[in-house]
């Protein structure tokens, strides 16, 4: 089973109890849901689903995706004559509108289960592609089948893909397209070709794959805005799966059995391309009734599936067509928990937010939120996805502020068995916000297109979020807004103190009055001067910085000076630099208004004022005056 890993919005090696004005932050953990979610990237997949399946079927609880293999000569019996409509028109009416699930294809140029002599259209022969004669279920000793890397067939398959493309991809409902115009059953292998058919052929290692460069480019041509798979083979095929990957193709392995699937690719392909954004996918090896013949454990199958990061599960071979409807019980047991487990999976799992936030009339107000995340899932999120937090009116639902946060660690990266670190968020209100009662809802969202993803939490609403917690909001005890820090150096440089080189002394040539002067050669350091503030800034609070500077002399026009607020937690551990905007150095000698605005994270409780050099480990020489240095709260949580 894959390991659960949490991403905590928390900076730090310790979580420090957040403070609001509402009093100590409360922990909440929201109701998981363990049962199949349904996401594009992802998904239990019906091979040849009965047509007239009803949506109270079992297999339609954990299975979104209708899956059907074709014959290429299915749908273009004559060169140029693509029936396209005819085929994949009733598939999308059905399973697309009808039910609202999705569709993917493979269209097979070999199949001994096809039951047609040519699978491959026998127009592509007629033209002069070469084909040699294997045995079928339906046609013993008489199917042929195409010379895969004659450079007429990979012509014409590169026509019919390009056809194929500008009808299929992009549509509505389609989730992917299988790669099946090589290989037995459109797999990597040539089981069935003697020695002496690969030689007449002219079947080289070369050839092959360099029959598959083709077939990859022109579905990664055809396809640019839907997922494509290729099965993958082992280790002497690698750098096919290799080249596949690196055009933005995925895997899919046909061998799934106890101890793993074919070549052991779980382990030694799965696992390593899985990180790099490749989605992965299984087919059983057998039937489920000839998998219990061969003796083989449906519950070590499914245990060696869910060792694999996996996207996708196919029921065939163990279940396709009306065998579904007739599938026994513990078959549906185990397709079900692989069905709860497949992809990403991805959970707020626990949720610290004060009891009540603090509303000022005509001033934003914020609640500061310590966010943990957890990926039960199989496999990575293929997506960099944002958190959209929401507050809705108790009374009637309405919205009445929402926030989009982006992770600093991408949600690409919430891997089972990776540890991720946030710093605590804020949610920011409008200042018309009115007193009362509210529900906090959270939902993962795809910023471009506004699509939300479904979550592995319950309490989801009819517009994709999830309940979180109720919260109220309160009047606040005080204004939330003042100075921090306000000097004039009327009375001396106040606590600042220069790094090594330089020295501080008062000056009597300020903007109005008094200055404080910093001069001297900075060797090595960020700073030319600094000084630790006094109080304690507001967690979570938003601050304004204003300075007059006047840079008299500085060897350098690449690093101009400005002033930054350093914040800290509780611990004393760094957790950001605010800066203002820096010292125009074409106007040197005048003084210039420097004003940085600072959006404390939640944990900053602690800071301090220094005069940056703007690069470390630089020798600059300076001479430059500092008044007017304020540092004000205006909005507070």
């Known amino acids: 089973m894959a ?11 310790m979580a420090v109890p957040l403070l609001s004005e509402g009093g100590e932050m409360r922990t909440v953990s929201p109701p998981a849901y363990g049962a199949p979610i349904f996401n594009l990237g992802m998904g239990l997949y019906l091979q040849h689903p009965p047509m007239d399946s009803g949506a109270d079927e079992w297999y339609m609880q954990i299975g979104d995706i209708a899956y059907y293999r074709l ?21 999308f009416d059905v399973w697309v509108k009808q039910h609202g699930k999705r569709v993917a294809f493979g269209v097979m140029s070999q199949s001994k289960h096809g039951r047609m002599r040519y699978v491959t259209p026998k127009w592509v022969y007629d033209k002069g592609v070469p084909g040699v004669v294997h045995y079928s279920n339906y046609f013993k000793d008489d199917q042929v089948n195409p010379v895969f890397w004659d450079e007429r067939y990979l012509d014409d398959l590169e026509v019919f893909t390009a056809k194929l493309g500008e009808y299929l991809d992009g549509r509505q409902g389609l989730e992917f397209m299988d790669m099946r115009g090589i290989g037995e059953w459109g797999e990597l292998h040539l089981q069935r070709w003697t020695p002496k058919q690969l030689e007449e ?8 794959v360099l029959a598959y460069r083709r077939m990859v480019d022109a579905f990664a041509c055809a396809f640019p805005g839907t997922h494509v798979f290729l099965n993958v083979g082992g280790q002497k095929h690698h750098t096919i799966n290799d080249y596949a990957a690196l055009r933005g193709i995925h895997f899919r392995q046909d061998g799934l059995k106890p101890g793993g699937a074919s070549y052991n690719c779980g382990e030694w392909l799965f696992k390593p391309y899985s990180r790099q954004g ?68 991805l959970r707020l799992a626990e949720l610290q937010v004060p009891e009540t936030f603090s509303l000022r009339e005509g001033r934003r107000s914020r609640i500061p939120l310590r966010q943990t995340w957890v990926n039960e899932g199989l496999a990575p999120c293929p997506e960099s996805f944002a958190v959209e937090w929401s507050l809705h009116r108790a009374a009637d639902g309405e919205v009445v502020a929402s926030q989009l946060q982006f992770p600093s660690v991408p949600t690409s990266n919430w891997e089972p068995g990776t540890a991720g670190v946030e710093a605590a968020s804020l949610f920011s209100l409008p200042g018309e916000t009115p007193v009362g009662d509210y529900q906090l809802k959270v939902a993962v969202v795809c910023p471009e297109t506004g699509r939300k993803i479904a979550l592995a939490m319950g309490g989801k609403d009819a517009a994709g979020r999830y309940e979180v917690c109720s919260i109220s909001g309160v009047p606040a005890t005080g204004d939330g807004g003042g100075d921090v820090y306000v000097c004039d150096f ?17 000056a009597t040539d300020g903007r109005s009055g008094n200055a404080m002067r910093i001069a001297g050669k900075q060797e090595s350091g960020w700073n030319y001067a600094a000084k630790s503030l006094d109080v304690p800034l507001v967690l979570g609070g938003r601050y304004k910085l204003t300075v007059w500077m006047c840079v008299d002399q500085i060897n350098t026009s690449r690093h101009p000076p400005f002033v930054k607020l350093g914040v800290y937690d509780v611990h004393g551990n760094w957790l950001d630099n605010y800066g203002t905007a820096k010292y125009n150095l074409t106007k040197v000698g005048t003084w210039q208004e420097l004003v940085g605005f600072a959006d404390l994270p939640a944990e900053a409780v602690r800071g301090n004022l220094a005069v940056e050099k703007g690069v470390n480990a630089v020798p600059i020489q300076v001479d430059l005056r500092l008044d007017d240095v304020r540092l004000e709260l205006i909005e507070a949580p």
């Open 3 to 13: 390991r659960v890993v949490c991403w905590m919005w928390i900076i730090g090696a």
């Open 278 to 345: 490749v989605l992965c996918n299984f087919e059983f090896h057998s039937s489920y009734s000839g998998s219990l013949k061969k003796g083989w454990s449906a519950e070590a199958t499914i245990e060696a599936c869910l060792a694999a990061p996996i996207s996708y599960l196919n029921t065939g071979s163990w279940l396709g067509g009306g065998g579904l409807r007739d599938a026994p019980e513990d078959a549906k047991r185990w397709l079900s928990l692989a069905a709860s487990r497949l992809g990403y999976r």
């Open 71 to 91: 014959h290429w000569a299915d749908v273009n019996p004559e060169e140029g004559v693509y029936t396209f409509d005819e085929y994949f028109g009733p598939k």
């Open 490 to 506: 009327g009375s001396g440089p106040d606590g600042w103190t220069g790094t090594a080189g330089m020295t501080i002394k008062a």
């Open 201 to 208: 052929t002219g079947f080289t290692h070369e050839a092959y």
